[in-house]
């Protein structure tokens, strides 16, 4: 048998639960080059950027009837601004933001 | 009671898939591992099987299908041959690393350098590497008694891997020759219903193939390592329980009319059926030759093969499967076999035989010449090539 040092263990198979909402072991947001950003006056609540988001990181908030975006997720595929019928989202340089995603120091 | 019909692989291996309840298949079309298909549909069509059969729109999507079947607690079953093989070698590795145990009958056949439809093993032997279970069967008898061998060991908690069953295209997969169907008691009593310990399950969600990190990646590959290393184990134990259930023993490796014998041929897959004969006629010329049989690539057994061909003075392997380039200028097997040999105190002389390429037959004659070159290699006390390309050698 392999000598495993326990903080390194893998469940067999890689098989994890599933998270069911976030997976707090895989964040992708830092990937991101692009943010979409949403201007709620302009937006028609079309739902396309709910419904082609391919990460599910638009969800819509129902008691304020806007789609809220989900920064530690989105890797700003920008597919959302493409579909956008009511040109309500854009697109904007990550690195223009105070709090501009955050590099991490490792790659993964 | 079980009974003996002549058949060929192909219906053989579908006969495999009824007896081991295979609850969904995937098919796509290319000769000649398709006549398993043909026969396994007319099986569901006739309510003898109740199985979900899902036509494909190519190999990676059939291996993605069962993929997901045997991910969700199915018995999934698919196939191909060649280039078909070829074409889904995305897939084989996160199967294998995902400890999905699904089956794959695979017919060979040539890989294109334009296209060549005869059998030979380059196809399957490719996909060595990526912790499949793989093995050849000599008739259709063995092809069927390969399946139902190798859905238990892949299904076994201790192994967890998938598995490719593997028959020469034609001289095996389309000849007929005699096979016992076992009864379906038989068959239950052999073979446990198929349980994943980590289903696809809406009750208990799982996560199956996530992104890893690349410092998880190593403990992985060594998991599926230690799957390999445990797998002989557990396949003694099913080949002794076959032996016991349905009469018929077979080993990790076959030997025939070894006891005395000087010099062996080492082979796998349909063509032993024939070094058999020869074998016969060189010993009636007084020639103490015999075979050793290889019914395992993956996990390849060291031991055993070492143990056996440690006795010989020499040792002929046929290659039925090119490695272009490799140490030994010739096929795969040779590789492994010296490497086996290479902490034994007494070891054979050694070489190889590239034979039965594109799907040419091995006729006896080439057999004999085979023969011929390791007594010379007797007599002079060496190897003088590593390979020989038989029938297009100078002399």
């Known amino acids: 048998m392999f000598n495993i040092p326990k903080e390194k263990a893998v469940p067999l198979g890689c098989i994890t639960p599933a998270?069911?909402?976030?997976?707090?072991?895989?964040?992708?947001?830092?990937?991101?080059?692009?943010?979409?950003?949403?201007?709620?006056?302009?937006?028609?609540?079309?739902?396309?950027?709910?419904?082609?988001?391919?990460?599910?990181?638009?969800?819509?908030?129902?008691?304020?009837?806007?789609?809220?975006?989900?920064?530690?997720?989105?890797?700003?595929?920008?597919?959302?601004?493409?579909?956008?019928?009511?040109?309500?989202?854009?697109?904007?340089?990550?690195?223009?933001?105070?709090?501009?995603?955050?590099?991490?120091?490792?790659?993964? | 009671m079980a009974k003996e019909m002549m058949m060929s692989g192909c219906a053989a291996s579908a006969q495999a898939a009824k007896l081991a309840k295979v609850e969904v298949a995937c098919s796509y079309p290319i000769r000649p591992y398709t006549a398993l298909m043909m026969e396994l549909a007319k099986m569901v069509a006739n309510g003898?099987?109740?199985?979900?059969?899902?036509?494909?729109?190519?190999?990676?999507?059939?291996?993605?299908?069962?993929?997901?079947?045997?991910?969700?607690?199915?018995?999934?079953?698919?196939?191909?041959?060649?280039?078909?093989?070829?074409?889904?070698?995305?897939?084989?590795?996160?199967?294998?690393?995902?400890?999905?145990?699904?089956?794959?009958?695979?017919?060979?056949?040539?890989?294109?350098?334009?296209?060549?439809?005869?059998?030979?093993?380059?196809?399957?032997?490719?996909?060595?590497?990526?912790?499949?279970?793989?093995?050849?069967?000599?008739?259709?008898?063995?092809?069927?008694?390969?399946?139902?061998?190798?859905?238990?060991?892949?299904e076994d908690h201790r192994v967890?891997?998938?598995?490719?069953?593997?028959?020469?295209?034609?001289?095996?997969?389309?000849?007929?020759?005699p096979v016992v169907i076992p009864d379906q008691a038989q068959a239950d009593e052999f073979l446990p219903p198929y349980k994943l310990p980590h289903p696809l399950d809406p009750h208990h969600p799982v996560s199956h193939g996530p992104q890893i990190?690349?410092?998880?990646?190593?403990i992985m590959d060594m998991q599926r390592a230690q799957a390999m290393l445990d797998a002989?184990?557990?396949?003694?134990?099913?080949?002794?329980?076959?032996?016991?259930?349905?009469?018929?023993?077979?080993?990790?490796?076959?030997?025939?009319?070894?006891?005395?014998?000087?010099?062996?041929?080492?082979?796998?897959?349909?063509?032993?059926?024939?070094?058999?004969?020869?074998?016969?006629?060189?010993?009636?010329?007084?020639?103490?030759?015999?075979?050793?049989?290889?019914?395992?690539?993956?996990?390849w057994p060291t031991q055993e093969v070492a143990e056996a061909l440690s006795k010989f003075k020499a040792v002929g392997v046929v290659e039925t499967s090119t490695s272009y380039g490799g140490a030994m200028r010739g096929g795969n097997l040779l590789h492994e076999v010296r490497a086996s040999l290479y902490e034994c105190p007494q070891r054979p002389l050694t070489t190889s035989f590239m034979a039965g390429l594109g799907g040419e037959v091995i006729p006896l004659h080439e057999f004999y010449y085979m023969a011929d070159v390791m007594s010379k290699m007797l007599k002079l006390g060496k190897s003088e090539k590593t390979v020989y390309w038989t029938g297009f050698e100078s002399e």
């Open chain 1, 19 to 108: 998270p069911v909402t976030e997976q707090p072991m895989m964040i992708t947001g830092n990937w991101r080059e692009y943010r979409p950003v949403i201007d709620n006056e302009k937006c028609n609540l079309c739902m396309s950027c709910i419904v082609y988001c391919p990460d599910a990181c638009w969800q819509l908030n129902e008691a304020e009837d806007e789609p809220v975006w989900n920064a530690k997720y989105c890797k700003g595929c920008l597919i959302c601004v493409n579909e956008c019928t009511s040109g309500a989202l854009t697109k904007a340089y990550e690195l223009d933001f105070e709090d501009g995603v955050v590099r991490l120091e490792k790659p993964f």
């Open chain 2, 48 to 154: 003898e099987l109740d199985c979900e059969f899902i036509h494909g729109e190519g190999e990676h999507a059939q291996l993605s299908v069962v993929f997901g079947a045997a991910a969700a607690g199915a018995r999934a079953l698919t196939g191909s041959s060649g280039v078909g093989v070829t074409y889904a070698m995305e897939t084989y590795s996160p199967i294998a690393g995902g400890r999905v145990p699904l089956q794959m009958m695979i017919a060979d056949r040539a890989l294109d350098p334009p296209g060549d439809f005869g059998s030979e093993h380059t196809d399957a032997m490719s996909t060595r590497d990526q912790g499949w279970i793989l093995g050849w069967a000599e008739t259709p008898q063995e092809a069927l008694d390969n399946s139902l061998i190798n859905y238990r060991v892949g």
């Open chain 2, 160 to 177: 967890l891997l998938p598995q490719m069953v593997c028959q020469d295209g034609y001289f095996v997969s389309h000849i007929p020759g």
């Open chain 2, 213 to 218: 990190r690349p410092d998880q990646g190593t």
């Open chain 2, 232 to 299: 002989p184990k557990v396949i003694k134990e099913a080949l002794a329980d076959f032996g016991r259930i349905f009469g018929r023993k077979y080993g990790m490796i076959d030997q025939f009319m070894t006891d005395d014998a000087e010099m062996v041929f080492f082979i796998q897959g349909a063509h032993a059926f024939t070094a058999r004969h020869a074998i016969k006629h060189l010993r009636a010329k007084g020639l103490k030759i015999g075979m050793v049989k290889l019914r395992f690539v993956r996990p």
